[in-house]
Nanobody, 119 residues
Framework: QAQLVESGGGLVQAGGALKLSCTASGRIFSGNDMGWFRQAPGERRELVAKISSTGGNTYYADSVKGRFSISKDNAKNAVYLQMNSLKPEDTAVYYC????????????WGQGTQVTVSS
């Protein structure tokens, strides 16, 4: 059964930091690149960071490069996103999922976690 549970979001002032956590079912996590997506109101969901199945390679969108860091714990089927130097434009609902290219190969999504950055 597919399962994704995201947590760690909240309200933070610009310049602050948050760490998001995601646990995934083995069906989604095992053998797949994993990533964090975000969707702001009225916008399309976009990939912000991904990490390879082995953890050896990462990708970051230009808008978050140098500020966000993705990591994973294969033993826990968990993916994390450390977000530093947050900006108001980072405000969005953040989701994790498997990644293929810049999209997810799965139609199932978790509930996401809201990140709100105040100026």
């Amino acid at each position: 059964q597919a399962q994704l549970v995201e947590s760690g979001g909240g309200l933070v002032q610009a310049g602050g930091a948050l760490k998001l956590s995601c646990t995934a079912s083995g069906r989604i996590f095992s053998g797949n690149d994993m990533g964090w997506f975000r969707q702001a109101p009225g916008e399309r969901r976009e990939l912000v960071a991904k990490i390879s199945s082995t953890g050896g390679n990462t990708y970051y969108a230009d808008s978050v490069k140098g500020r966000f860091s993705i990591s994973k714990d294969n033993a826990k089927n968990a993916v994390y996103l450390q977000m530093n130097s947050l900006k108001p434009e980072d405000t969005a609902v953040y989701y994790c999922n498997a990644v293929l290219g810049r999209l997810s190969p799965f139609t199932y999504w978790g509930q996401g976690t809201q990140v709100t950055v105040s100026s």
